[in-house]
């Protein structure tokens, strides 16, 4: 006999050829929400920033780039903090940014960065944060299939195509909004 009869796990639709089997699928389901939650996690003090609920609010002024090679740049910025008894700093800027470049913003105290605040800072932050959901469009038919449920796996699969439509409008859109 030359290919293998051999019926799926019980509950798992297992396809032909290797298979991580059904703890290795929960591994995989469990390790793709992680994925999902990594940048709501990195992104959510910035979007405070943002937000204006954290931070010093000031202005922030570009004044140098440097090249560094391979469309990379190195900007520093001049902070003017609203609050007299903060002292102006020099600090990095965006690598996106361009000498003479002014926007208020929010300096975090603590990593001495400073984000970008108003709506194009918001809609910049949301560039990493609809992230979340493009990962996650794709998980609930992913997990019918692999349980071998037919029924709703049509539409989980237009929902999941929605959903990451519509995170990619917003990150595109927060992209075009930092670099604005």
Sequence with gaps: MTGSTRPAARGWAM???RTPGPVGMYILFVCWAVLGLVPVLFSTHDLKLALGEAGAPGTLTVVSCEALGK???????????????????VLQASPDSHVGQTYRGRLDVETDRVVRTGFAGVLAQFALIGLAPLVWAGLPYSVLFALGVRRGRKTAAIIGVVVSVASLLVVIAGVIAASA
Excluded at 71 to 89: E, H, I, M, N, Q
């Design 71 to 89: 469309g990379r740049y190195d900007c520093k910025g001049r902070f003017v903090p609203d609050d007299d008894s903060l002292r102006t700093a």
């Design 15 to 17: 396809g032909r050829g």
